[in-house]
């Protein structure tokens, strides 16, 4: 149960991060209007997110394939 926690406050402090780097792009990005700024800084935070997951789950399938090989032999 304990671990689940954490993961739930990591989710939490993860949509809070988004929601700072979309305040920030939408400050940054002043050609464009706030909203369409703010919606491109979201998105871009998204694609870091779903990028680095995909990475640490790739990382720990390997890691479990690793492991099963060494034990079979």
Known sequence: ???IWQFVLA??????G???VSELAG???NGMDYGSACILGICLYLCV???SCTGILFTKLEQNANERKDREE
């Open 1 to 3: 149960m304990k671990k």
């Open 18 to 20: 988004g929601l700072f």
């Open 27 to 29: 400050k940054w990005f």
């Open 49 to 51: 997110v779903v990028v």
């Open 11 to 16: 989710g939490i402090a993860v949509a809070i």
